[in-house]
């Protein structure tokens, strides 16, 4: 999907667009975890949905934290300058959220891989990693959004115009990224995230126009992972 920014006057409502971002990344890696867990204890979970949705919630974790250190941080060093000590302590807690990452695609590869050839991989043991990896994800995200909002509040306080724009596409980008079922499913599963209608303004018309459609496949997803 092709970021569409929706033109701001002020921070509060690009508070809550950054912020959304963080709902979506919180609530798949949760989902995945559960799926994990309803699987060992004998659920009908369809493992190719899990591999899919765990890649998904990878790939969209990894790109978004790549749009805050293009956009977000450059402007919260500049303008809050005395924030800064915050940001290099965000940084270290990071570094476990990447390894929960780096575990979680891990052992999704490996699922992937016995579908595929078939082999000898254990199914008790990958449970257990995608678990624990999945679960790493979501209390490295948790812990991510609780320091980065007082950062955001701080940095909306001092941006001028030119500085909304750049944070309006750093918003755009962080939610719009592929799969754009599984955003705007998290966007109202399993409650309606604060925002969303501006979320939704900012996604290019075909995806608009298809956001049926596109629940449908995401309340499909969470059937095939029994969550539904």
């Known amino acids: ?3 569409t920014p929706v033109p701001v006057t002020d921070g509060a409502p690009l508070n809550d667009e950054l912020l959304a971002a963080y709902t979506v990344m919180i609530r798949g890696a949760d989902l995945v975890s559960r799926a994990f867990i ?22 969209f974790v990894r790109r ?7 956009h977000v941080w450059p402007l919260l060093r500049a303008r809050c300058p005395e ?12 570094n476990a959220l ?30 257990r990693e995608g678990t624990l990896a999945s679960r790493r994800v979501g209390h490295g995200l948790r812990a991510h959004v609780a320091v980065v ?3 955001l509040k701080e940095l909306f ?24 079922q599984m955003v705007l499913g ?26 049926g459609v596109l629940m449908h496949r995401f309340r499909r997803t969470l059937r095939d992972l029994a969550a539904d």
């Open 1 to 3: 999907m092709s970021p």
């Open 38 to 59: 309803r699987l060992a204890d004998g659920a009908a979970v369809d493992t190719q949905t899990l591999v899919a949705t765990a890649r998904w919630l990878v790939a």
């Open 64 to 70: 978004h934290r790549h749009t805050e250190d293009e």
């Open 83 to 94: 924030s800064v000590r915050s940001l290099d302590l965000l940084h270290e807690d990071d």
């Open 98 to 127: 990447a390894e929960g990452l780096d575990e979680l695609e891990s052992v999704i590869e490996r699922i992937s891989e016995e579908r595929r050839v078939g082999g000898t991989v254990s199914w008790g043991h990958a449970m």
């Open 149 to 151: 909002q007082p950062l």
């Open 157 to 180: 306080a001092q941006a001028g115009e030119e500085d909304l724009r750049t944070l309006g596409t750093a918003a755009a980008e962080g939610v719009l990224r592929g799969e754009p």
């Open 186 to 211: 998290f966007l109202e599963h399993p409650e309606p995230v604060p925002g969303r209608e501006r979320v939704y303004a900012g996604f290019p018309p075909p995806t608009r126009w298809a956001r």
